[in-house]
């Protein structure tokens, strides 16, 4: 039987075990180890408001999937947290398109056009939420919005024959005087 030597072996274990000690002590007396802590998560006042909104956006829409969310203090209470969150985050449209479906659902179109109108003043050439804004004023029977929402439209949209067909089907049926 061959003679087995463990003196080789041993040694590459121990020099595979000492050297990270020493590195890590190494790093230790430098003074990496000594650095202060990494900056904790701060958020200025737009941010928290942001955070804020969303956090109400998020429990509004887990709440209107509850079972009893089609009970009309629950609506209510919804479109009041949307509300809030769009209050917020006013440049949110996410949060601004779920308040105008819940204050319709409820048949609060004067509601609806009010947090459209909002929007507007902040970004008066999105004419996708003018779009909603001039249907909103159909449904809540504005003539001098959806004529005001319409001139705006034309003017920003003068090529576009389905907004036309649109302003004139929102006049004729919707009876706006």
């Not at 701060?42 to 429990?59: H, I, N, R, T, V």
């Not at 105008?100 to 109108?117: F, G, P, T, W």
């Amino acid at each position: 039987m061959g003679h087995f030597r463990l003196d080789g072996w041993l040694h590459l274990v121990g020099v595979c075990f000492i050297l990270p000690f020493f590195y890590a002590l190494a790093i230790l007396l430098t003074g990496c180890a000594t650095s202060p802590p990494p900056n904790t998560l701060s958020l200025d006042k737009p941010e928290q408001a942001e955070a804020k909104a969303l956090a109400l956006f998020s429990e509004a829409s887990l709440r209107a999937a509850q079972p009893d969310a089609n009970e009309p203090n629950v609506r209510a209470e919804i479109a009041e947290m949307f509300r809030q969150a769009s209050e917020l985050a006013p440049d949110n449209r996410d949060i601004l398109q779920s308040l105008c479906n819940e204050l319709e659902a409820q048949k609060r179109y004067s509601d609806v056009q009010a947090a459209l109108e909002g929007f507007l003043s902040l970004h008066p050439d999105d004419t996708d939420v003018r779009k909603a804004a001039l249907r909103a004023a159909a449904l809540a029977a504005d003539a001098k919005a959806v004529l005001r929402h319409g001139e705006i439209l034309t003017d920003a949209l003068p090529d576009d024959p389905d907004l036309f067909r649109a302003i004139i089907n929102l006049a004729v049926f919707e009876n706006l005087d």
